[in-house]
């Protein structure tokens, strides 16, 4: 559950803190966290489920964020942004529930392996 909950709660939560603050700096704060961590998520879970969908999803989804902190307002304008940041958000969002459910379908211990030896 923290796979899925920790990305979401980070993703929605520096959408609205840098819309309380209205400061840039939190969306390449959250990137600079969020690219690398999903990047070794994505590629670790493409070669333990031998599937490209969860990767597909994830990749496009931080694309569209960077795209969004990079070029969004300049070219699509406040609202533009704001649309390419909230679906980026959600396939962001996406890859991480389709990673749980193919995790469940192929009865993977990935999960429970990581958990068991961080105790």
């Known amino acids: 559950m923290h796979c899925l ?3 979401s709660l980070s ?3 520096a959408g609205a803190l840098s819309t309380y603050l209205g400061n840039e700096l939190i969306h390449y704060m959250i990137l600079f966290l969020a690219i690398p961590i999903s990047a070794l998520a994505l590629v670790s879970g493409t070669l333990n489920h031998k ?4 990767l597909t999803f ?3 989804g931080l694309s569209l964020l960077m ?3 990079l ?3 300049a070219i699509a304008g406040e609202t533009g942004e704001l649309f ?5 958000s959600v396939l962001v ?3 991480h529930i389709l990673n749980q459910q193919i995790c469940r379908e192929i009865d993977c211990l990935c999960h429970d392996e990581q958990s068991t030896s961080a105790r």
Do not use: C, K, Q
């Open 58 to 60: 994830g990749v496009s």
């Open 67 to 69: 795209g969004a902190v």
């Open 93 to 95: 969002i996406y890859a």
């Open 11 to 13: 993703i929605l939560g």
């Open 84 to 88: 390419l940041t909230i679906f980026g």
């Open 5 to 7: 909950l920790i990305p």
């Open 71 to 73: 070029f969004g307002d």
């Open 51 to 54: 599937t490209w969908r969860v």
